[in-house]
Nanobody
Framework: QVQLVESGGGLVQAGGSLRLSCAASGRTFSSYGMGWFRQAPGKEREFVAAISLSGGRTYYADSVKGRFTIARDNAKNTVYLQMNSLQSLDTAVYYC?????????????????WGQGTQVTVSS
């Protein structure tokens, strides 16, 4: 079982930046892929970004491509999400999750352990 703790959320003005962190414990961090998802009020949880075990491959939702960057530091058991040029549409609770299963990184059903989430609010 993996425990995940997100941090770094907050209130930011449109056009600003935030960096989210997700610290993992309980298993060898480099043995699974990692993803970020988000959920806005009244909406379903959606894919944001993901990264492979070694960090060599990354995946992004079209809505964040070019603005967000996912990275991982396996020595620190942490995955990051750098968010630039934030927009009001980015307001949501952001969750990190582990991916053990073979399959697409884009689908929520492929992920196993989840963090508690961190709130990101972008004011216009």
């Amino acid at each position: 079982q993996v425990q995940l703790v997100e941090s770094g959320g907050g209130l930011v003005q449109a056009g600003g930046s935030l960096r989210l962190s997700c610290a993992a414990s309980g298993r060898t961090f480099s043995s699974y892929g990692m993803g970020w998802f988000r959920q806005a009020p009244g909406k379903e949880r959606e894919f944001v970004a993901a990264i492979s075990l070694s960090g060599g491959r990354t995946y992004y939702a079209d809505s964040v491509k070019g603005r967000f960057t996912i990275a991982r530091d396996n020595a620190k058991n942490t995955v990051y999400l750098q968010m630039n040029s934030l927009q009001s549409l980015d307001t949501a609770v952001y969750y990190c999750a582990t991916k053990d299963r073979v399959g697409s990184y884009y689908y929520l059903s492929q992920y196993d352990s989840w963090g508690q989430g961190t709130q990101v609010t972008v004011s216009s």
